[in-house]
T-cell receptor, first 111, second 115 residues
């Protein structure tokens, strides 16, 4: 199993729609999880941290299911400015001290 | 706080030349991570350094690539005898204390083009 797996998309949704992305991870010992956003040819930027069962920040909700080892990101009331690639990030396998980035899910919000 | 500073933003090298990429972490951060992003691919971990120490270089190619983070000055990622396949965006991130509990802050990256 890959350390982090994401559906690459693209997800094409109209403005105002609700969209959800899933991410599965292999390291069952992981405690910290993150969602990053990356705009085309820019650096990744931290969107949300997920430590327990989930986290909510405005239109964005992240949920964690430890039993099934997946994380989800829900975006409500999509805006054009939400168009980007969303990266699921988890700690590397035990014994390594860095973060593993998923390949990302591309979202395109259309007018 | 100037954030993580990387330079140059763009670097063009001919095959066989050397490329040096620099990264200055955020103020107060002493841990630096280098990632590479090939075109249309995700970020791949390369190396994790503290001041004067390489902590984890498991993602570094075995040859031609090296990294350092001296006591004074920026972290340097060095690629010797570059080849076309080295063309990529190289991102540096920093964190305080080696904990990823709060995620990383990335620099704007260096885009290396090998011609």
């Amino acid at each position: 199993r890959k350390e982090v797996e994401q559906d690459p998309g693209p997800f094409n949704v109209p403005e105002g729609a609700t969209v959800a992305f899933n991410c599965t991870y292999s390291n069952s010992a992981s405690q910290s999880f993150f969602w990053y956003r990356q705009d085309c040819r820019k650096e990744p930027k931290l969107l949300m941290s997920v430590y327990s069962s989930g986290n909510e920040d405005g239109r964005f909700t992240a949920q964690l299911n430890r039993a099934s080892q997946y994380i989800s990101l829900l975006i409500r009331d999509s805006k054009l400015s939400d168009s980007a690639t969303y990266l699921c990030v988890v700690p590397m396998d035990t014994g390594r001290r860095a973060l593993t980035f998923g390949s990302g899910t591309r979202l395109q919000v259309q007018p | 706080n100037a954030g993580v500073m990387q330079n140059p933003r763009h670097l063009v090298r001919r095959r066989g030349q050397e490329a040096r990429l620099r990264c200055s972490p955020m103020k107060g951060h002493s841990h630096v991570y280098w990632y590479r992003q090939l075109p249309e691919e995700g970020l791949k971990f390369m190396v994790y350094l503290q001041k004067e120490n390489i902590i984890d270089e498991s993602g570094m190619p075995k040859e031609r690539f090296s990294a350092e983070f001296p006591k004074e000055g920026p972290s340097i990622l060095r690629i010797q005898q570059v080849v076309r396949g080295d063309s990529a965006a190289y991102f540096c991130a920093s964190s305080p204390g080696g904990s990823y509990a709060y995620g990383y802050t990335f620099g704007s990256g260096t885009r290396l083009t090998v011609v």
